[in-house]
T-cell receptor
Framework: GESVGLHLPTLSVQEGDNSIINCAYS??????FIWYKQESGKGPQFIID?????DKRQGQRVTVLLNKTVKHLSLQIAATQPGDSAVYFC?????????FGAGTRLTVKP | DAGVIQSPRHEVTEMGQEVTLRCKPI?????LFWYRQTMMRGLELLIY????????DSGMPEDRFSAKMPNASFSTLKIQPSEPRDSAVYFC????????????????FGEGSWLTVV
């Protein structure tokens, strides 16, 4: 069946460096994608989204890139800070169905 | 603005007991979702409501689980009887839009109810 998955389960970066978190999806009919951040003991928090008719969207220190050709989604975090340490989930939506990936744990080293 | 409010935040109960989890969605949101999160299975959608009506409950694991939404500002998820394998974090989430035309509408999560069944 189709699924949402992540290339890397863990990512460790130095404070101040840029982080890139990747996500692969297999449902070509998905029309909307979201990145969530989940800190320890908290619920997932919306970071940024992108529709399938776009290939890039920027927020504050974050950029989401969508490559529909290879069904790949990435989240770029500029100047990573200790507060960015969390688990990051990608989610994809097709019609009425939203599915979440397994998550990538980002650890920021001081 | 208050976010999605869930209670209890933590619950430890014995196998066989009834568990009731509560949720207050964000005011004005039309859709409400219950998710379960475990290490093994990640985030799983259990059920979602639109305008207080259950639309899709295909994710509810079995008859021991039931959910209600008596009004626009309150929902419950009940497990009876509870089992150790039900131990998980249960998230309630809400969304401003109708799920059928959901383009661009994201969902906002509560802080979760951490359930341990011993």
């Amino acid at each position: 069946g189709e699924s949402v998955g992540l290339h890397l389960p863990t990512l460790s970066v130095q404070e101040g460096d840029n982080s890139i978190i990747n996500c692969a999806y297999s449902n070509s009919a998905s029309d909307y994608f979201i990145w969530y951040k989940q800190e320890s003991g908290k619920g997932p928090q919306f970071i940024i989204d992108i529709r399938s008719n776009m290939d890039k969207r920027q927020g504050q220190r974050v950029t989401v890139l969508l490559n529909k050709t290879v069904k790949h989604l990435s989240l770029q975090i500029a100047a990573t800070q200790p507060g960015d340490s969390a688990v990051y989930f990608c989610a994809e939506k097709e019609d009425n169905d939203m599915r979440f990936g397994a998550g990538t744990r980002l650890t920021v080293k001081p | 603005d208050a976010g999605v409010i869930q209670s209890p935040r933590h619950e430890v109960t014995e196998m066989g007991q009834e568990v009731t989890l509560r949720c207050k969605p964000i005011s004005g949101h039309n859709s409400l979702f219950w998710y379960r999160q475990t290490m093994m299975r990640g985030l799983e959608l259990l059920i979602y409501f639109n305008n207080n009506v259950p639309i899709d409950d295909s994710g509810m694991p079995e008859d021991r689980f039931s959910a209600k939404m008596p009004n626009a500002s309150f929902s419950t998820l009940k497990i009876q009887p509870s089992e150790p394998r039900d131990s998980a974090v249960y998230f309630c989430a809400s969304s401003p839009g109708r799920r059928l035309r959901w383009s661009g509408n994201t969902i906002y999560f509560g802080e979760g109810s951490w359930l341990t069944v011993v």
